[in-house]
């Protein structure tokens, strides 16, 4: 009984010293992105979101349109990921190195292309 009480006592003091040290060391999600590699996006926007935020609207003090608008604008090639990404940079809804990610743009396009496509 004695051995029993002192063993789970060790446990509990281990469990006690651990679990601080481990919940301290938690560290940003991994991305699996090749493009987000060496790039602190704690504040960022997924591309997939960006567009959508744009679809829906929250860019129009931007100039950005929303809705059918945004189709026919991107169609046109009126509006690109670029000037998307500007408009979010604007809005501190991204930092400003995003400005400069080629990868982040890339992967807008991507989704912006799915916008006009059938």
Known sequence: MRRSISTMLTTLL???????????????????NPYAANQHRANQIRPFNLAYLAYQGYLKDQGIPSNGA?????????????????????????????LNDQGYRHNLEEQLKGFTED
């Open 70 to 98: 945004l189709m026919s604008a991107i169609a046109s090639g009126s509006i690109t990921a670029q000037d998307i990404i500007q408009a979010a940079v604007k809005t501190n809804r991204l930092p400003e190195q995003t």
């Open 14 to 32: 281990l469990c006690a010293a651990i679990l601080p040290a481990a919940a301290q060391s938690q560290t940003a999600p991994i991305s699996l």
